[in-house]
C-alpha cells in the first residue's frame, strides 16, 4: 500500500469505503431477510467499519500529509479495525444525544448522554470486534462448542443493521453524486488554513479565531456563528476559573 497521501487520493478512498459500506449493508438486508443472522450481524459490523474509514479519509484532510508523523498515524488507523468502528460509533452517537434545536451547555454539571455514551465506547467496541466473530466462527465455552447461531438473536441482527444503515444513508444523501476527490482538493488550502490555525488556537488556548473559519467552511448563518463564538468563550472561561 502507497504510504504518501495527497487530499485527492483521500477523496478516492473515502469514496470507495462509502461505496463497499453501501454494498456490505445490503448484502447484510438479504442475509437478514433470509434468517441468517450470524452472517447479517457480521456483514453489518463490516459495513460500520467501512464507513468509519470513509470518515478517517474525509477527516484526514486536516492532517499535514508532507509529516511523514501524521502520515504514519493514518495508515495505522486505516488499517485498525478498532478504529475504524470507533469512527462509525462516534457517529451514531452523536446522531443520537445531540438535538441540534438544543444550544450546548457546557456549564453543565452533571454528565448528559453524550457523556455517557463515549464513557462507554471502548466497551462497545470490544464487544462488537468479538461479537464479529463470533457471527463468523465455531468457538468454545465450558469446554463445549459454541456456533454462530447460538449467540447472535435475531433482533440484535436487525437493530444493528437499523443503527448501521442510518448513519449510511444519511452520509449517502449528503455525498450523492459528489466527486470526493476533486472536493477535497479543492477545499486543501481551506484545511491547511484550519489546521494552523487550530495548532495556534491550542497553543494560545484561544478557540475562538477559529469560528470565522469554521463559519466559511460549514457555511454557516451569522446567528449561529455568533451562538458558537459565546459557546467557546463561555468554555474558556469555565477552564480559567
Same mark, same amino acid.
Given at each position: ?10 477523496? =478516492?478512498?473515502? =469514496? ?35 464507513? @468509519? +474509514? ?17 502520515? +504514519? ?5 486505516? =488499517? ?9 460509533? @462516534?457517529?451514531?452517537? !452523536?446522531?443520537? /444525544?445531540?438535538?441540534?434545536?438544543? #444550544?450546548?451547555?457546557?456549564? +453543565? ?12 465506547? #471502548? $466497551? ?10 463470533? /457471527?463468523?466462527?465455531? !468457538? ?7 456456533? #454462530?447461531?447460538?449467540?447472535?438473536? #435475531? ?11 442510518? *448513519?449510511?444513508?444519511?452520509?449517502? =444523501?449528503?455525498?450523492? @453524486?459528489? !466527486? ?5 482538493? $479543492?477545499?486543501?488550502? +481551506?484545511?491547511?488554513?484550519? $489546521? ?16 470565522? *473559519?469554521?463559519?466559511? *467552511? ?24
Amino acid at each position: 500500500m502507497a504510504e504518501s497521501l495527497t487530499p485527492r487520493l483521500l477523496g =478516492r478512498f473515502a =469514496r470507495a469505503a462509502l461505496d463497499n459500506a453501501s454494498s456490505l449493508l445490503a448484502d447484510a438486508e438479504i442475509l437478514l431477510n433470509q434468517g441468517r443472522y450470524p452472517r447479517a450481524l457480521a456483514l453489518t459490523v463490516l459495513a460500520a467499519e467501512e464507513f @468509519g +474509514k470513509h470518515m478517517m479519509c474525509m477527516s484526514a484532510a486536516v492532517f499535514d500529509l508532507n509529516d511523514p508523523a501524521d502520515v +504514519k498515524k493514518f495508515w495505522k488507523r486505516f =488499517r485498525s479495525h478498532e478504529a475504524k468502528y470507533q469512527n462509525w460509533h @462516534g457517529q451514531l452517537i !452523536d446522531y443520537i /444525544a445531540i438535538d441540534p434545536a438544543t #444550544p450546548f451547555e457546557p456549564s +453543565k454539571a452533571e454528565p448528559d448522554l453524550w457523556d455517557e455514551m463515549w464513557a462507554e465506547m #471502548p $466497551r462497545v467496541v470490544r464487544e462488537a470486534m468479538t461479537l464479529k466473530l463470533r /457471527a463468523l466462527y465455531v !468457538d468454545e465455552q465450558d469446554g463445549q462448542p459454541t456456533r #454462530p447461531d447460538d449467540l447472535v438473536d #435475531p433482533e440484535l441482527a436487525a437493530n444493528s443493521w437499523k443503527s448501521v444503515s442510518m *448513519i449510511l444513508e444519511d452520509a449517502e =444523501r449528503m455525498w450523492a @453524486g459528489a !466527486d470526493l476527490s476533486d472536493l477535497l482538493e $479543492r477545499g486543501a488550502p +481551506k484545511m491547511e488554513g484550519l $489546521r494552523l490555525a487550530m495548532l495556534e488556537a491550542k497553543e494560545k488556548g484561544d478557540p475562538s479565531p477559529l469560528v470565522a *473559519i469554521f463559519g466559511e *467552511i460549514l457555511d454557516l448563518p451569522e446567528d449561529e456563528l455568533a451562538r458558537l463564538s459565546d459557546t467557546w468563550a463561555e468554555a474558556r472561561s469555565l477552564e480559567e476559573e
